[in-house]
Structures are given as structure tokens and as C-alpha cells.
């Protein structure tokens, strides 16, 4: 009776064994499978986003709030407003909010574009969200915002892409 427990485990590591090997053999030679298993544990490479080409894919968990002459190819999930705050003042505002949170890393900065990216991990599910926000120097001291958030995996939650864009549009356009 012994020797069959041991066999069973002999085998059951020997095929273990091989499937490590056949999924070692998959991802050398299906870079797509390797692409996808990064984005499911949060190590994607994602070029640069480009509001005015962005196209929204609506079966995603999303939210988008953008100027219609920004996002020509993208319709927002609600209108864009002008803030009488100095593109300045916000941006200063978004990197000390992105500064003071753990949970909130910055991802990317085009300084030409005044674009930022940041990526959020909820504090339950720690799964990676992105936020990209771009602040729009309309003259006179005031500012429009072009903001897209979306999950990386399914939150399970409805809704929490805008209520994400809410409380960052909060925190970046109160009075002083």
C-alpha cells in the first residue's frame, strides 16, 4: 500500500513536471499568451495614450470625460467643463494627491502634453486600474481636463471607473 501513495506522487510530480515544461514551451513561442499573462499580473507595456485617436472599447470596465476636440474618435461619458484654475495649480494639485497615496503609482509623464499616467490598485482587490489625465491650457488662467480611467481586469463592480474619475476631478478642480 505504500508504494502505490508513492507512485501516485511520483507521477503527479512527473506530470506537473511536463506541464511546466509545455506551458514553458507555449509562452516561448505565442508572444500573445506571454502579452496576456503579463496584463493579468499587472506588468503590461503600453505605449503612450493618444485621446484624440483613443477608441473606447465598451466591453471594458471604463469612464471617460474629454473636450469633443480632444477625443475625436472617442464619444465622453459626460461632458467636459472649464475650470478657472491655472493648469498649474492642477497639475501641482494631481502629483501631491499621486504623492500621498500608497496605492497610486506614476506610470508616465509627457510634460509637452501636460499628460500623466498613473496606475490605482482598489484597496481590497489590489488590482491595477489606469488613470490617465491630460490638463488642457485654455488661456486666461483657466483649464479644461481630459481624463480616462479603465481596469486592467474586471473589478466586478460596476461604476468604479467614474466614481474614480469623480474623486480625482474633486481633488483637482475645489476652490482654494
Known sequence: ???????????GILGLSVLVMLAGVLLTFNPSLTDKLKGVFG??????????????????????????????SATSNEP??????????????????????????????????QQFEFTEQSPNMRLPDIITIRIIDIGGDSSM????????????RPGTNEERVCRWLDILTRSS
Open 1 to 11: 500500500m505504500g508504494n502505490s501513495k508513492l507512485d501516485r506522487f511520483v507521477y
Open 43 to 72: 506588468v503590461t507595456e503600453m505605449g503612450e495614450l493618444d485621446f484624440e485617436t483613443l477608441v473606447v472599447d465598451s466591453t471594458q470596465d471604463n469612464y471617460l470625460l474629454c473636450p469633443e476636440d480632444i477625443c475625436l
Open 80 to 113: 467636459a467643463n472649464v475650470y478657472r484654475i491655472k493648469p498649474s495649480l492642477i497639475r501641482q494639485r494631481l502629483l501631491a494627491y499621486a504623492d500621498s497615496r500608497p496605492n497610486i503609482k506614476l506610470r508616465n509623464i509627457d510634460m509637452d502634453l
Open 145 to 156: 481636463l481630459a481624463i480616462y480611467s479603465r481596469s486592467v481586469l474586471d473589478s466586478g
